[in-house]
């Protein structure tokens, strides 16, 4: 028998406010559906302006849900009250894209990963005896909870961030583009990092990014967002090498590759495919 999924997603819809006397909110999620299971991971990809960060953030309740729902281990958390929402984070997490701007930068790193756990109800010989724990396992030295943010590096920043969203022991992280900010090198780490901490502690994440490569390397399943719509879900393998829409076909297509003749085509190909689906659009609108 099938369990049933961690996080469910159905019809979701996300509306902005507009300025204006009157105006009608914009529309910027159009009905998504998907699902994930506990220690899986969900990759959401699509171009900068898809609406595949405002997800994320309907799912943190960042952002209000205007229509559908979102379900959390079966309870509807579309439209929790503040402290509703504040008692949720024991569950779901998050960790940003940029690593400084989402720390304190007045607290030590052990001041910012104790936060949580004390408001939860731990002693402070508590908070300080996970909060060792937490930095020993993202590979950051016991010496690292007496400095400040700014005395690391970007990726390093980043495991602060990671161990902090660990610290209550969630069940679901939302990562939204939590490596971009950072060199490819660091990235293979940070990533490398997450997959580990996953099969250690069972965790599942929402992984947003504009980067296939990325999605690929980390999801087990993908869905990609085009104009506040999931247009292909799938098998992270499936959807990232062999996808059947254009769209994704041309997010594939925009990856670079060190040949120049190859890398030509590629360009070639991209466009041809982004004329092809202007042109049924078109013919859908006046249709």
Known sequence: MPTAPLLKARDLKVSYPVRGFRKRPIEIVHGVDFEIAAGETYGVVGESGSGKTTIGRAVLGLASVSGGTVEFDGRDISHLSPGERRAMAKDIQVVFQDPYSSLNPALTVGEIIAEPLVVQGSTPKDARRR??????????????????????????????????????????????????????????????????????????????SHDLAVVRHISHRVGVVYRGEIVEQGPASRVTLAPDHPYTQRLLLAAPVADPIAQEKRRADRIRLRDEQRLREARAGAA
């Open 131 to 208: 909060t060792l724990e937490l930095l020993d396992s993202v590979g950051l030295p016991s010496d690292a909870a007496d400095r400040l943010p700014r005395e690391f590096s970007g990726g390093q920043r980043q495991r602060v961030a990671i161990a902090r969203a660990l610290a209550p022991e969630p069940r679901l992280i939302v990562c939204d583009e939590p490596v971009s900010a950072l060199d490819l090198s660091t990235q293979s780490k940070v990533l490398d990092l997450l997959l580990d901490i996953q099969r250690r502690t069972g965790v599942a994440y929402l992984f947003v």
